[in-house]
T-cell receptor
Framework: GAGVSQSPSNKVTEKGKDVELRCDPI?????LYWYRQSLGQGLEFLIY????????KSGLPSDRFSAERTGGSVSTLTIQRTQQEDSAVYLC????????????FGPGTRLTVL | QKEVEQNSGPLSVPEGAIASLNCTYS??????FFWYRQYSGKSPELIMF??SNGDKEDGRFTAQLNKASQYVSLLIRDSQPSDSATYLC???????????WGAGTKLIIKP
């Protein structure tokens, strides 16, 4: 694809509901990252995928957060029983592979938990 | 704890002047250094990367790396109002996948 895509662009949900956020990386990119960015803050690393495996999940804030990647492509970040503090922009980035370092970001999903 | 530090700003620079953004990092083994620009409400986009000590120029942008002093800078010449954004510094350490991100410097170019 031309770039990293994410959906939905905006998601408003009620406290306690589950949400799924989707990321479609650049075609051929084997590495995929999820970040969270709260208003006016820096990037908070959540999870890293290499292929379909997640060797680093250290940034997931709680067991309410999970992510998977299938076919070495699309990734889904799931937040169960959402809380108001989960409100943020969730950014996905992809990278070609081990020989490159540059991460390319998608447009993000703005999550608002009421 | 590996850290990347940036002055949060805002840094206000008159149009046409040189904007100088600085970033320091704690891991002496860091290998690759990146500058991203993030407009308000948008996602980060890569401006430049630098691997070797010295200067690297790309149009109006110059990245400067000094590994001995553990800092990396971004200079923007002939600053334009469209350069107003938050600039994120990112550093790759010894891991083969992780970038450590600074919190960003907000730059305002005043017409």
């Amino acid at each position: 694809g031309a770039g990293v895509s994410q959906s939905p662009s905006n998601k408003v949900t009620e406290k306690g509901k589950d949400v799924e956020l989707r990321c479609d990386p650049i075609s051929g990119h084997t590495a995929l990252y999820w970040y969270r960015q709260s208003l006016g803050q820096g990037l908070e690393f959540l999870i890293y995928f290499q292929g379909n495996s997640a060797p680093d999940k250290s940034g997931l804030p709680s067991d309410r957060f999970s992510a998977e990647r299938t076919g070495g492509s699309v990734s889904t970040l799931t937040i169960q029983r959402t809380q108001q503090e989960d409100s943020a922009v969730y950014l996905c980035a992809s990278r070609f592979g081990p020989s490159t370092d540059t991460q390319y970001f998608g447009p993000g999903t703005r999550l608002t938990v009421l | 704890q590996k850290e990347v530090e940036q002055n949060s700003g805002p840094l206000s620079v008159p149009e046409g002047a040189i904007a100088s953004l600085n970033c320091t990092y704690s891991d002496r083994g860091s290998q690759s250094f990146f500058w991203y620009r993030q407009y308000s409400g948008k996602s980060p986009e890569l401006i430049m990367f630098i691997y070797s000590n010295g200067d690297k120029e790309d149009g109006r942008f110059t990245a400067q790396l000094n590994k001995a002093s553990q800092y990396v800078s971004l200079l923007i010449r002939d600053s334009q109002p469209s350069d107003s954004a938050t600039y994120l510094c990112a550093v790759k350490g010894n891991s083969n996948y992780q970038l450590i991100w600074g919190a960003g410097t907000k730059l305002i170019i005043k017409p």
